[in-house]
């Protein structure tokens, strides 16, 4: 859906002391709650007495996303003043200029986040190819992605991630939509009196054998739908759907010393943050 070329991520944008305010444009904050990037927190109903632990552990890893994703407005405002990235409200800018966000999150992670951050498993890309009819690719990639992150272990909850990536899926019939993902699962351990994410299946995982691979889990998925004509059939399109997945696990001692001085000069990546994230509540 987008004609664009992404830059490659400029690493000069990154670093303590490199922060500077951001200023958005109205256009700009119009593409905060993209759906080709969100994190969603599926957090649990808790005993009132506990609620205060909970509010602790949300915030340390709201912290961790306002880091994020003012880290990747600083670097998109980078690529709009050296013009190789579009600044106008068209459809395939915003989602251009979405895109190149998800794609710095996910070098940070990769890159520049080792001090708190750990990838304790991945996966093998999963490809799914089939020809279908264009008016059942909303349900075709509906039923995949369901299926995907209920062997994963992800909430339930997820289906309604599946139904809007599904949905928006369905409204391009001729190129690549780039979707990345951040899920968070909550869970009260109420035998040890804890909170911690859950653990999501490893099952479909290679895992590094001196990781351990409970607690502190951050289940992320980058997925990419394709879809081309199918000769000979106008009304029929070859769908291509590929995700990869990692998961990561915070450390949350060391992310909150390192993150406390910093606060104040990331504060406005809060209010980006509001507009990229969705939260659901489960019970045990």
């Known amino acids: ?11 000069s944008a990154f670093g303590v ?7 958005p444009s109205p256009i700009v904050r119009s593409d905060y709650g993209s759906p080709q990037l969100l994190f969603c927190n599926y957090i649990p109903f808790v005993p009132d007495d506990k609620r205060g632990d909970l509010a602790a552990v949300l915030d340390d890893f709201c912290w961790w996303n306002v880091w994020e994703v003012f880290n990747a407005e600083r670097a998109l405002e980078t690529q709009l003043g050296k013009k190789t990235l579009p600044d106008d409200d068209a459809i395939e800018s915003r989602i251009a200029r979405t895109n190149y966000r998800a794609k710095v999150v996910s070098y940070l992670r990769e890159n520049s986040e080792n001090a708190w951050l750990m990838v304790t ?20 990639v509906r039923k995949v992605l369901r299926h995907h992150y209920a062997h994963a272990g992800v909430a339930n909850q997820a289906a309604v991630i ?3 990536l599904s949905a928006v899926a369905a409204l391009d019939h001729e190129d690549t939509q780039k979707f990345y993902l951040t899920n968070v ?16 299946c490893t099952k479909s995982f290679s895992t590094s054998a001196d990781i351990n691979t409970s607690g502190l889990e951050i289940y992320t998925s980058s997925i990419e739908i394709h879809q081309s004509p199918t000769e000979g059939e106008e009304d029929s399109v070859a769908l291509q759907i590929t995700i990869l997945d990692y998961v990561f696990r915070l450390e949350r001692d060391i992310w909150r ?28």
């Open 1 to 11: 859906m987008s004609k664009y070329l992404l830059p490659d991520v400029d690493i």
């Open 257 to 284: 010393m390192i993150i406390e001085d910093m606060k104040t000069e990331i504060q406005p990546g809060k209010e980006i943050l509001k507009e990229m994230s969705l939260e659901f509540y489960h019970f045990e």
């Open 185 to 200: 699962y909550f869970k009260y351990n109420g035998h040890l009196k804890s909170f911690q994410p859950g653990t999501v």
């Open 162 to 164: 599946s139904n809007i």
């Open 17 to 23: 002391g490199r922060f500077q305010s951001l200023k």
């Open 121 to 140: 498993s991945f996966s093998s890309p999963k490809e799914i190819r089939k020809d279908v009819k264009k008016a059942l690719v909303n349900s075709e």
